[in-house]
């Protein structure tokens, strides 16, 4: 990636704390001129140890001169080692302050972009969990902007690494120009040297670890959620296998990236040692007599190359991380920039339920699949209890997920009390609507939170009423810890028909105009299915419900039946009307019959 497109990712990045990154800066610029000041302070010391007083000639010697003639000591060595101390004790206080700041800077940026992702995947349509996998969501909320807080960290640092190194040349050409350009040419090389390992290796490899990472985190999120079928079904070996395989790529990449980006610093270690012991020993060579009065510079000298080194050494680590944090960063970008589609929210309160919910020549498709819904004409009257039945796939949850607002329809409306769902505020109208289906998610939590989902607008005295319809609060004060008992990973230490009774209790506390049954007793047992059947039939004498059944004997009450068929309405009535028809409900209803006489 240029270098000119990673500016302008961290421009966006810092689009809402540029003052605070500013003052980051302000920081970084205070400390890398301390403690360039701190290497130069070297020198007035040395030419006072070794030559006879130290002269004020130069800009360098002059201003030392200058702090250290206004400290009351008549040694000017002593002077000079007390300018030292202050100084160096300023430079540990900058530092120390430019970290702090530095770091919760850092945390900051990272919080907030993990609470605007987090924002904005849960503002998205359903749509958009279908079609993304829950491991790649979760890597990009958790894991991804955690590299936003190294990308601060090295621009900081490569920024004051940088103002200390144009510094120290600075003061290096006051000493020798000879050999502050040897400096700035094996500074040169070691910048192209870091510029290659930082393109062409850490990008790429940064890029692989966290496609690698992404699909680890893919792997464990499936293979916990399935982790019965995967020991039913005896494929564990397949998922360790195919774990290890990503695991080993990720670390091949780990292993590729950390070794290049620790080759630069010895090699430019390499270089410097070398050079000391060669000029030491060209100097003591060629200039023999003159060699003591040589000692200030040449430590001074070798003092600040070696210091100097370092950090061009820690310019290039911090380069090659910084480029290993753009993949990540890129993928925030996008995400932020991306364009996830929402369910358009209206400005209409829906306060109450008047008449009843119409569907007016309504068709609807998932993306990329043919037409599920075709021509859809129906009424659900207030206070009645309306069961929609058909063969799988016939398009019975679509048109409850249309009533929810889940998908929005392709053509044709959905109205409530005549008004077009569309132009309500879907906060409003869900509060009025009780939804159970088949898989009902039961959280790692008390049975209470699980039927007031954390709400803490509910009363005790509200929680036992909704558990009180759902047939619930026998079995839960029955409980080791009633209502405050912990319920285990999705429910695990309770039965089918439990999960479903609490789910039952948490549609009812919401106080429902409309409750919404998704084959809520299709997966449970004879014993579980008749609680459950019989909580539901309590609750339908006085609310309006829509009952999506596969089982026909539950519905037989209902005042209306709507039979789906590829999508359309193949016919409607009382049960015993759509048995007098003779039609698509009668082929249903005998079909089942029979399978009951057989077993």
Not at 92 to 111: D, M
Not at 170 to 176: A, N
Request: glycine fraction near 6%.
């Amino acid at each position: 990636m240029a270098i000119k497109g990673s500016f302008h990712i961290i421009r966006y990045l810092l689009r809402h704390d540029r003052l605070r990154f500013a003052r980051v800066l302000l920081l970084s610029l205070v400390t890398g001129i301390l403690e360039a000041v701190n290497i130069a302070a070297i020198y007035p010391i040395l030419t006072a140890a070794f030559v006879d007083g130290a002269g004020d000639s130069g800009i360098i010697s002059s201003m030392f001169a200058r702090l250290a003639d206004l400290l009351p000591f008549e040694n000017q060595f002593i002077s000079y080692c007390v300018v030292f101390l202050i100084i160096t004790v300023l430079t540990f206080i900058s530092r120390i302050i430019f970290i702090n700041y530095r770091v919760k800077f850092a945390t900051r940026l990272v919080q907030r972009n993990q609470e605007e992702i987090f924002d904005k995947y849960m503002k998205a349509d359903y749509q958009h969990f279908i079609d993304h996998q829950q491991g790649e969501l979760i890597y990009n909320v958790v894991t991804g902007p955690n590299q936003i807080a190294l990308l601060v960290s090295s621009v900081t640092e490569l920024l004051q690494q940088a103002i200390i190194s144009i510094t120290v040349l600075i003061f290096l050409f006051s000493l020798s120009w000879v050999g502050a350009l040897v400096v700035i040419v094996i500074a040169i090389g070691y910048h192209f040297l870091t510029r290659f390992i930082g393109r062409r290796v850490a990008y790429y490899s940064a890029a692989g670890e966290r496609e690698a990472n992404r699909e680890t985190n893919i792997i464990l999120n499936e293979v916990i959620t399935g982790i019965k079928q995967v020991k039913v079904y005896n494929t564990t070996l397949d998922w360790i296998r195919r774990f290890n395989n990503v695991i080993r790529r990720r670390w091949a990449y780990y292993i590729r990236r950390n070794f290049w980006q620790n080759v630069p610093v010895p090699f430019l270690f390499l270089v410097l040692y070398l050079a000391i012991g060669v000029i030491a020993l060209l100097i003591s060579i060629m200039a023999p007599l003159t060699f003591t009065e040589l000692i200030p510079i040449y430590g001074t000298f070798g003092f600040a190359i070696f210091r100097l080194f370092t950090m061009v050494g820690t310019m290039g680590t911090y380069f090659v991380q910084f480029m290993s944090t753009l993949p990540d960063c890129e993928a925030i970008y996008s995400i932020q920039h991306e364009k996830i589609s929402t369910i358009e929210d209206g400005s209409r309160e829906f306060s109450s339920f008047n008449s009843g919910i119409r569907f007016e020549d309504v068709n609807f498709s998932y993306q990329g699949r043919t037409k599920t819904l075709r021509d859809i004409s129906v009424s659900f009257e207030k206070g009645k209890t309306v069961a929609i039945v058909g063969r799988s796939g016939s398009g019975k949850t679509t048109i409850v997920s249309l009533i929810l607002r889940l998908f929005q329809p392709d053509a044709g409306a959905v109205l409530i009390d005549g008004v077009e769902l569309k132009e309500y505020r879907l906060s409003s109208l869900l509060d009025r609507i009780g939804y159970v289906d088949q898989d009902t998610f039961i959280f790692n939590d008390t049975v209470r939170n699980n039927i007031t989902l954390r709400s803490e607008k509910y009363s005790d005295e509200e929680v036992f009423r909704a558990a009180g319809y759902a047939d619930a609060h026998d079995f839960i004060t029955d409980l080791p810890q009633g209502y405050d008992t912990q319920v285990g990973d999705k429910g695990v230490r309770l039965s089918g028909g439990q999960k479903q009774r609490i789910a039952v209790a948490r549609a009812m506390i919401r106080q429902p105009d409309i409750l919404i049954f998704d084959e809520a007793t299709n997966a449970l047992d004879s014993v579980s299915e008749a609680a459950v059947q019989k909580a539901i039939d309590e609750i339908s004498r006085d609310h309006t419900v829509i009952i999506i059944a596969h089982r026909l004997s539950t519905v037989v009450n209902a005042d209306k039946i709507i039979v789906m068929v590829g999508g359309r309405i193949a016919e409607e009535g009382t049960h015993r009307e759509l048995l007098n028809n003779r039609k698509e409900y009668w082929q249903l209803y005998q079909g089942q019959v029979r399978s009951d006489e057989s077993v």
